[in-house]
C-alpha cells in the first residue's frame, strides 16, 4: 500500500484529519517521568495509546529526540506505531534540504532507519534535492510551501513573475514533482487565505497543515478553505496544545491528551 493509499484509507476509516505532533520537551513533561531513563518513548507512547482513536497521522519532529541523543527512542516509538497501528501514517517532520547523495542518505533515514511512510523536505535546492525520496515508490515527500510562522513571508511571499513564490512551489510540486503521486505540501493553518489559493492549483494532493492550537489557527477557516470536495485532503497537525493538555479533575496527562484530540478531531469534522 503506497502513502497516499494509506492517507485516504485513515481518512475513511478513522473518520478524523487530525494529525497528532509528537514533540516530546523533556521540561513540559508530568512528574511522574522526570528522570526516567526512557521517559521520551513512555510519553509518546502513552499520548499515542491515548490519542490514536481520534488520529488520522501521528507526527514526531525529529529535533526534540536527535537535540537530546535520543534517537534509539525514536526508533522504537516509530516501530511501536508500525506495529500497533500499522494503518496510521507516520509523518516524520525533518524539514530536510540537501543535495541529491546527501539526500540519498536522507531518505533512507526516514525510509529504512524510521521506517516512516512521509518525510518533510524543503524545495529551496530544487528537484534533484527532493527526486533521491521519490525513489521510495511506496512512500511519500512533504515539500515546505506557505509554512506557519509569520517569517514564512520573508521569501514565501516575494513576488516571482507576478505571483507569490508559495504558488510557485504548488504549481511544480503539483506539475513536475508530483509524477508518482507521491508528494503533498505544508500550508500553516495559520493562512488560511493562502491555503485556498494552493488548494485551488493543487487539485486533491494531500496538505499537512499545522498552526492549529498553539499558534492559534482558525479551524472553521482551515477546514473550509483547504478541504477538498470529498471533505479530506489535510492532515491538521496539532501538537504541544494535546501534548500538554491541562489535565481536569481525575484525569492523568494521557487522558487530558485524549479529551484535547476528541475535541480537536470532533471541531474540525463540524465543518468538513
Ligand atoms: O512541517 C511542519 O510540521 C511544520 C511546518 C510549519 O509551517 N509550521 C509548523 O509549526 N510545523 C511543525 O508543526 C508542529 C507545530 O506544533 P504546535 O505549534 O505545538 O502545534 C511543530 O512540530 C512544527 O515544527
Not at 506557505?146 to 504558488?167: H, I, W
Amino acid at each position: 500500500m503506497t502513502f497516499i493509499e494509506k492517507l485516504n484509507a485513515a481518512w475513511t476509516s478513522r473518520n478524523s484529519l487530525l494529525c497528532v505532533g509528537l514533540d516530546p520537551d523533556l521540561k513540559k513533561f508530568p512528574a511522574e517521568l522526570q528522570g526516567k531513563p526512557d521517559a521520551i518513548f513512555e510519553f509518546c507512547r502513552a499520548i499515542i495509546d491515548a490519542t490514536a482513536e481520534a488520529a488520522c497521522a501521528f507526527k514526531p519532529q525529529i529535533a526534540y529526540f536527535a537535540a537530546l541523543g535520543a534517537e534509539e527512542q525514536l526508533e522504537r516509538i516509530c516501530a511501536y506505531l508500525r506495529t500497533n497501528y500499522p494503518e496510521i501514517p507516520l509523518v516524520l517532520d525533518a524539514k530536510r534540504g540537501d543535495i541529491g547523495a546527501t539526500a540519498e542518505q536522507y531518505a533512507r533515514e526516514a525510509f529504512e532507519r524510521y521506517d516512516a511512510d512521509v518525510v518533510t523536505v524543503s524545495p529551496y535546492m530544487g528537484w534533484d534535492s527532493v527526486s533521491p525520496y521519490l525513489e521510495w515508490k511506496d512512500r511519500g515527500v512533504i515539500v515546505l510551501c506557505r509554512t506557519s510562522n509569520a517569517g514564512g513571508s520573508d521569501l514565501q511571499f516575494l513576488e516571482v513573475d507576478g505571483k507569490p513564490l508559495y504558488q510557485h512551489v504548488a504549481r511544480l510540486v503539483a506539475e513536475k514533482w508530483n509524477t508518482n503521486g507521491q508528494c503533498g505540501l505544508v500550508v500553516g493553518a495559520t493562512f488560511p487565505h493562502e491555503l485556498a489559493q494552493v488548494r485551488a492549483i493543487i487539485g486533491d494532493m494531500p496538505l499537512l497543515v499545522p498552526g492549529v492550537g498553539a499558534q492559534g489557527g482558525d479551524v472553521q477557516a482551515t477546514v473550509t478553505s483547504g478541504k477538498t470536495a470529498s471533505g479530506t485532503g489535510m492532515m491538521i497537525n496539532s501538537s504541544r496544545a494535546i501534548l500538554y493538555a491541562k489535565p481536569e479533575a481525575g484525569e492523568d496527562f494521557a487522558a487530558a491528551a485524549r479529551r484535547v484530540a476528541i475535541q480537536t478531531r470532533d471541531e474540525i469534522n463540524r465543518f468538513r
